[in-house]
């Protein structure tokens, strides 16, 4: 054999892919690829926005740890030749047990913003949760997606506009409201702080040159409408159209005096479940058991609020023990991979809520990036329940992990 025919033998040429997105999306192989993708895109500002937490961002970093460090007691010959990852969330049937985390300003990721992510969870066949601080309407959103959707509440000091939100929400088809519990006041997040990000984007010198040196997004951002809080619209709360700090804005409309007995404020405006999101000790979801709540998230807001918060993880076994099936338990923060949600369930969790997950996969690739993120999520989920000899999420049993 002549050198040449050896070596035809043993190279292999890829295709050259000419859709961008799809050339980016072949050099990702799991979340923390689009992640670097997203970091490499999006400018700087936008990035760290997403991607930063409150303070030494200890909760943030604590968050992915616990899940580092959750350690599988894998069973074997088990025969897992059948492996079924559906459940139920709220008593509804899903293929894996997951639901897409609110997150607000979703359209600085990528200008179609929750539209795409919507669409995406729809085909994943999972809840999507829509933020009060979206920058797509309730309305919107249902318009592109008949799939299950919640919605987010912050409660605005002017509790008529809340009450209109749920009756939008309600008209609107969504089948839940999930209020967040954990942001009496903004965290500090000194990753903005330090860039002066304000929401949208003011531009200054250094923005025009971060958006030079990030040509793809500015040019989406610049053709796309302009970003605002889109269920806020024509209020008179302000709809973020001009730039402002988002701490500030919190500070002025969200209401710090939110308390348990403001949970039957929203049972009179609100027929179907209710979502506690930011429940941080058992003595809480206790509490919560106790007003009628469908489930609670154990949530730090992926590390956004207070630093010093506890890893939802270590949160799921002792407050599942404690609620028993009074209410479902949802773990929020720090979910990568499918193997992370099945250390969350094992422990006692009903599904876990995902984030930055689905905003990198937005950032790095758009709608496409969002359905990677669903996919590889879904698949790990399979993949790990194989490995670990469980065939049903309800073989899926505490005894399977070691909590550090
Ligand atoms: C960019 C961004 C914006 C967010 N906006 C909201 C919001 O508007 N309402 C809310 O309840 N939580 C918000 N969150 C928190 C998420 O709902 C969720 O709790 C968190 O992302 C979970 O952690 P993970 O990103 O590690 O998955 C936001 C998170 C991020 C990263």
């Known amino acids: 054999m002549s050198i040449y025919s050896t070596l035809r033998s043993v190279m292999r040429f890829r295709r050259f892919e000419r859709d961008p997105v799809a050339r980016r999306l072949r050099k990702a192989a799991n979340v923390a690829d689009l992640r670097r993708i997203a970091k490499r895109r999006l400018p700087r500002g936008v990035f760290d926005y997403i991607d930063g937490g409150a303070e030494d961002e200890y909760a943030l970093n604590r968050n992915s740890a616990v899940f580092r460090d959750a350690v599988f007691r894998p069973r074997v010959l088990r025969n897992v030749g059948k492996v079924d990852a559906s459940t139920t969330i709220l008593g509804k049937r899903v293929p894996f047990p997951l639901v897409l985390a609110p997150t607000g300003f979703t359209r600085i990721a990528d200008s179609p913003g929750e539209l795409a992510v919507a669409r995406a969870a729809a085909r994943a066949e999972i809840p999507y949760t829509l933020s009060t601080l979206g920058t797509r309407s309730i309305e919107e959103v249902a318009a ?82 302009p970003i605002s809080f889109a269920n806020v619209t024509g209020k008179t709360v302000g709809d973020g159209a001009d730039a402002i700090s988002l ?158």
């Open 247 to 404: 701490a500030e804005y919190v500070g002025k409309q969200f209401d710090p005096g939110l308390s348990w007995d403001d949970i039957a404020w929203f049972r009179e405006h609100w027929d179907g479940p209710i979502v506690l999101k930011g429940v941080q000790t058992v003595e809480d979801a206790l509490i919560a058991a106790e007003h009628d709540i469908a489930a609670v998230a154990l949530s730090n807001h992926g590390g956004r609020q207070l630093d010093g918060a506890p890893a939802p993880l270590h949160l799921v076994d002792p407050v599942a023990e404690a609620v028993g099936d009074r209410v479902e338990v949802i773990c929020d923060g720090g979910v990568r991979r499918g193997s992370d949600i099945v250390k969350a369930v094992a422990l006692g969790a009903t599904a876990c809520m995902a984030g930055r997950a689905y905003l990198y996969g937005l950032g790095a690739a758009g709608e496409r990036g969002v359905d990677f993120v669903l996919d590889h999520l879904s698949q790990g989920v399979e993949q790990t329940m194989t490995l670990v000899g469980a065939t049903t999420i309800d073989e899926l049993e505490p005894n399977l992990v070691n909590l550090a």
């Open 144 to 225: 592109v997606s008949d799939g299950r959707k919640w919605f987010q509440v912050y409660v605005w000091k002017d509790r008529g506009l809340v009450a209109e939100m749920l009756d939008r929400a309600a008209a609107a088809a969504y089948e839940a409201i999930v209020i967040t519990v954990d942001t009496a006041v903004l965290g500090r997040r000194e990753r903005d702080v330090r860039r002066g990000f304000s929401l949208p984007p003011k531009l200054g010198p250094g923005t025009v040159i971060d958006g030079m040196v990030h040509p793809g997004w500015t040019w989406d951002f610049v053709n796309a409408d």
